[in-house]
């Protein structure tokens, strides 16, 4: 009887012990589909049986909507993953919005989608996932939305979440979908200075989902960011993005290293394609594995099951990487 609770107890250590392994595929968020060798491979081993594609983005502007940077595709674009159409639509749309141009966004979005999906003989699933940081001032248009499409298509609409419509749900409200993906990443600003990583500082998105599990829809996906970018600051302290950097490209002769990840150029020049002046400088945000880890860890305590979307397939950032 004494061994038998032992074994008991150990089989209980061993089990709260065990990593849960989560199911993961990617986001794609290049306009003109194309996959090289890398990233084929890496979506062929993806345990997820879909890759959800970035279709197009919506806007306004004048008044009008209109759809911004349409798919392209190239032939390498084979894969046996089902397509899931995703597309990010600008606050602004939803701004002053009557209920006659919700209707008539639904119908050209979906329409869109249709076109674009039949054009390049993309096998898409029955979802259509839309992005949109909604908030307080355009919610209830943005859920009417959300409702309006889902009747014209006849498909299963999801939305995402970012990590500030979870804190103050009461203001941005709970969108009428069955599953949401939480968008684990943009913890900050990097146009902002800040000593914290702008892609995601744990620390702060732990903050923010305190309280994810008093969520009221319980079908929650995850999205976590392994992509990278250099923040340059300029003489004036003005910032601006370059995307894909790492600290490999900070190893120049030309530049002088401040820290682990940040240089200060010492000679002015072409650098990743930009004109950048002596004095300038360049800091390098990437996302570790070890972060990763932390945040699957904590959200494995809050959400009971989840898989995992990657941002994004890219061969840039999907080598070397342990999924």
Same mark, same amino acid.
């Given at each position: 009887?004494?061994?038998?609770?032992?074994?008991?107890?150990?089989?209980? &250590?061993?089990?709260?012990?065990?990593?849960?392994?989560?199911?993961?595929?990617?986001?794609?968020?290049?306009?003109?589909?194309?996959?090289?060798?890398?990233?084929?491979?890496?979506?062929?081993?993806? *345990?997820?049986?879909?890759?959800?594609?970035?279709?197009?983005?919506?806007?306004?502007?004048?008044?009008?909507?209109?759809?911004?940077?349409?798919?392209?595709? $190239?032939? *390498?674009?084979?894969?046996?993953?089902?397509?899931?159409?995703?597309?990010?639509?600008?606050?602004?749309?939803?701004?002053?919005?009557?209920?006659?141009?919700?209707?008539?966004?639904?119908? *050209?979005?979906?329409?869109?989608?249709?076109?674009?999906?039949?054009?390049?003989?993309?096998?898409?699933?029955?979802?259509?996932?839309?992005?949109?940081?909604?908030?307080?001032?355009?919610?209830?248009?943005?859920?009417?939305?959300?409702?309006?499409?889902?009747?014209?298509?006849?498909?299963?609409?999801?939305?995402?979440?970012?990590?500030?419509?979870?804190?103050?749900?009461?203001?941005?409200?709970?969108?009428?979908?069955?599953?949401?993906?939480?968008?684990?990443?943009?913890?900050?600003?990097?146009?902002?200075?800040?000593?914290?990583?702008?892609?995601?500082?744990?620390?702060?998105?732990?903050?923010?989902? *305190?309280?994810?599990?008093?969520?009221?829809?319980?079908? &929650?996906?995850?999205?976590?960011?392994?992509?990278?970018?250099?923040? &340059?600051?300029?003489?004036?302290?003005?910032?601006?993005?370059?995307?894909?950097?790492?600290?490999? $490209?900070?190893?120049?002769?030309?530049?002088?290293?401040?820290?682990?990840?940040?240089?200060?150029?010492?000679?002015?020049?072409?650098?990743?394609?930009?004109?950048?002046?002596?004095?300038?400088?360049?800091?390098?945000?990437?996302?570790?594995?070890?972060?990763?880890?932390?945040?699957?860890?904590?959200?494995?305590?809050?959400?009971?099951?989840?898989?995992? &979307?990657?941002?994004?397939?890219?061969?840039?950032?999907?080598?070397?990487?342990?999924?």
């Amino acid at each position: 009887m004494k061994v038998l609770k032992i074994l008991w107890v150990l089989f209980f &250590i061993v089990s709260c012990n065990k990593k849960e392994n989560h199911p993961y595929t990617f986001y794609y968020w290049k306009t003109h589909l194309k996959l090289d060798q890398d990233e084929k491979k890496v979506l062929d081993q993806a *345990s997820v049986p879909y890759l959800y594609t970035r279709f197009f983005d919506v806007d306004k502007a004048g008044g009008k909507f209109q759809p911004v940077a349409v798919i392209t595709k $190239d032939k *390498s674009f084979q894969t046996d993953k089902q397509i899931v159409p995703t597309v990010f639509i600008t606050n602004q749309t939803m701004l002053a919005i009557s209920q006659d141009e919700i209707r008539f966004l639904a119908e *050209s979005i979906h329409h869109l989608i249709q076109k674009k999906a039949e054009e390049y003989h993309l096998k898409v699933n029955n979802e259509i996932q839309i992005d949109c940081d909604w908030t307080a001032g355009t919610r209830d248009d943005y859920f009417k939305f959300l409702k309006e499409l889902k009747n014209v298509s006849g498909k299963n609409i999801t939305c995402t979440l970012r990590l500030h419509q979870v804190k103050d749900k009461k203001q941005t409200g709970i969108p009428p979908v069955d599953k949401v993906y939480l968008m684990c990443y943009s913890t900050s600003s990097p146009l902002e200075k800040s000593d914290k990583n702008s892609i995601l500082d744990v620390n702060t998105l732990k903050s923010y989902l *305190s309280k994810i599990e008093d969520y009221p829809i319980k079908k &929650i996906e995850v999205a976590l960011p392994i992509y990278s970018w250099g923040i &340059i600051t300029n003489h004036l302290g003005k910032h601006k993005l370059i995307n894909a950097l790492s600290k490999k $490209d900070l190893e120049n002769p030309n530049f002088k290293k401040i820290s682990d990840h940040e240089v200060e150029i010492m000679k002015d020049g072409f650098y990743f394609r930009n004109y950048l002046n002596k004095g300038f400088k360049i800091k390098v945000e990437e996302i570790t594995d070890e972060q990763l880890e932390d945040v699957t860890r904590f959200l494995e305590k809050k959400i009971p099951h989840f898989n995992i &979307i990657y941002y994004q397939l890219d061969s840039k950032f999907v080598l070397d990487r342990k999924f």
